[in-house]
């Protein structure tokens, strides 16, 4: 054999083993990119690379939101939605900032918040754009979460003004945006639900950890009496239907009603980006009957491999969107009912799909669900503590 002809024969051989080798590792994903290196971002605003649940905790995914959605002056920008900042937004910021442990964050996050958002009666106005208040109705679920995060972080960095804005917040909240009914004492969705003998109501402002955590800074009992006045309309809720809705009435005669939206304004009675947050606030509770009713979401939720953002409250998708908030919604039940791997597992859908599309509630739910879940720092019993 001439050694020209095997010089080609060894070299064919090479190639070939070298291209054998290449197709194994795209296989196994080492030569692959990633789901979330090859999805860009639908909104533009957020990272078009987010990395997945393996490589990240959620100290580390609390500092990537951060980065990603609050202004170096403590603003936290709404980037898919017009740029404009609410209440809400503010009081996650300030539970992730602690979650982060990041004492100068959350001091500018409250800081902007106390500046721009304070009104004279000591709630927070709702919505900020353009540099003013455009909406100055407060919203209790926000002022809530505030609160919660002021105490908590009063404790962690040992800053009693922290703690003080957080009870004076608080008392605000417990003496304009709660009612009486026959199911015990609610949270109302803010003052414009106040009066008369029937009562608007948001199922996913209830959080038991929150009032616990409010309780026990303030002694004040109405913070028990919210606990269970909350866990006494949930249950009635879910004794309607599988899911709870996210808008609701508690009637002067102690009937809970599914309401279509904010007030009865809606176009229909769902279960979707409100109501998914039940779910979490009822897990992350330290109490068995709270974990118990985010449990019994479980059978319904867990009829769709992919979840639907919005679903009726027997659990039939309304429409083909994704959001995490859905999949941390049922890794929060699947936590609760013992099934851990499969809770994880739904932790790690939410992180991808909020890496394919990338939105300011989806990324801070991300993050706050994640810190509930996984972690103590925000007061409650994680059931997804790592391993």
């Known amino acids: 054999m001439k050694k020209s002809t095997l010089f080609a024969l060894v070299a064919f051989g090479v190639v070939t083993l070298l291209v054998v080798v ?10 692959r990119p990633s789901n979330n290196q090859t999805q860009e971002s639908s909104g533009g605003s957020g990272p078009a690379v987010e990395p997945s649940i393996e490589q990240i905790t959620s100290q580390e995914s609390a500092r990537l939101f951060l980065e990603t959605w609050v202004d170096d002056d403590g603003r ?42 304070m009104r004279d009666d000591g709630l927070l ?3 900020w754009q353009d540099g003013a208040v455009v909406d100055a109705e407060p919203a209790s679920d926000a002022d809530v979460d505030a609160a919660r995060a002021l105490v908590l972080a009063g404790e962690r960095f040992g800053r009693a003004d922290f703690a003080a804005a957080g009870q004076e917040l608080a008392a605000q909240v417990l003496d304009s945006m709660t009612a009486q009914t026959p199911l015990g004492m609610i949270l109302l969705p803010g003052l414009w639900a106040a009066g008369g003998p029937d009562h608007f109501y948001n199922p996913s402002y209830a959080s038991p950890v929150s009032f616990m955590v409010l309780f026990e800074s303030s002694g004040d009992q109405r913070w028990n009496e919210l606990v269970e006045g909350g866990r006494a309309v949930t249950a009635a809720l879910l004794d309607e239907s599988p899911l709870p809705p996210d808008w609701a009435q508690v009637t002067g005669d102690g009937e809970v009603n599914a309401m279509p939206g904010a007030g009865g304004q809606g176009d229909d009675v769902r279960y979707s980006y409100d109501a998914a947050r039940l779910p979490i606030r009822f897990a992350e509770s330290c109490e068995e009957a709270d974990r118990q009713l985010a449990a019994r979401m479980l059978p319904t939720l867990n009829r769709p491999t992919e979840l639907s953002a919005a679903l009726d409250l027997g659990g039939a998708p309304l429409n083909e969107d994704q959001h995490p908030v859905a999949y941390l919604a049922r890794a929060a039940a699947a936590a609760s009912a013992g099934q851990v791997a499969d809770a994880r597992e739904n932790v790690r859908e939410a992180e991808q799909v909020a890496g394919q599309f990338s939105t300011y509630y989806g990324a801070a739910w991300v993050s706050t669900g994640r810190l509930m879940l996984e972690t103590d720092i925000l007061g409650g019993c994680p059931l997804l503590a790592p391993r």
């Open 125 to 127: 106005a709702w919505r």
């Open 76 to 117: 936290v920008v709404r980037r898919d939605q017009g740029g404009d900042t609410v209440s809400e937004g503010q009081a996650y910021g300030l539970m992730i900032a602690l979650g982060a442990e990041d004492e100068e964050r959350f001091d500018a996050i409250w800081s902007w918040t106390e500046q721009n958002l």
């Open 22 to 31: 290449a197709v194994a590792l795209w296989a196994t994903g080492v030569l």
